[in-house]
């Protein structure tokens, strides 16, 4: 038996609407923020959400480094990998492990250095 349901993944960030905004491009969506305390949430259709958290220290993930952890990344699952990647480009994602084109998965970092696969596994 499970002793807790996964409510919520949360990304530190810089900007969180900034952020949102770039997976609500992806993902689709609702992005609603919380002035208060700088806290976003995008709710995507389904149920899921994904959170966003200012944090001013932050510094992205190195990659590729083997010496350094990434710590976590998201696998989104597209259909068509060439035109994801062209909108997620379009979005401000930047290619980190794109140049095998025979593989079925990619590796592009978010605008907050987040390492995020689209894979058409």
Same mark, same amino acid.
């Given at each position: 038996?499970?002793?807790a349901k996964l409510g919520? +993944? +949360?990304l *530190?960030? $810089? *900007?969180?609407r900034a952020l949102a905004d770039f997976y609500a491009g992806i993902l689709g969506g @609702? +992005?609603?923020? /919380? !002035?208060?305390d700088g806290w976003v949430d995008l709710n995507i259709p389904g149920g899921q959400s994904l959170?966003?958290?200012k944090a001013p220290g932050h510094v992205p993930p190195k990659w590729p480094a $083997?010496?350094? !952890?990434q710590q976590f990344h998201l696998d989104l699952t597209v259909e068509d990998l060439d035109a994801a990647e062209k /909108? +997620? &480009?379009? &979005?401000?994602? =930047? $290619?980190l492990e794109t140049e095998d084109r025979a =593989? @079925?998965? =990619?590796?592009?970092? /978010?605008p907050a250095g987040h390492p995020f696969c689209l894979c058409a596994c």
């Open positions: 038996m499970a002793i919520q +993944v +949360v *530190d960030c $810089p *900007d969180p @609702t +992005v609603e923020e /919380d !002035s208060e959170g966003f958290q $083997p010496g350094d !952890s /909108d +997620v &480009l379009a &979005l401000g994602a =930047r $290619p =593989r @079925t998965w =990619r590796v592009y970092a /978010d």
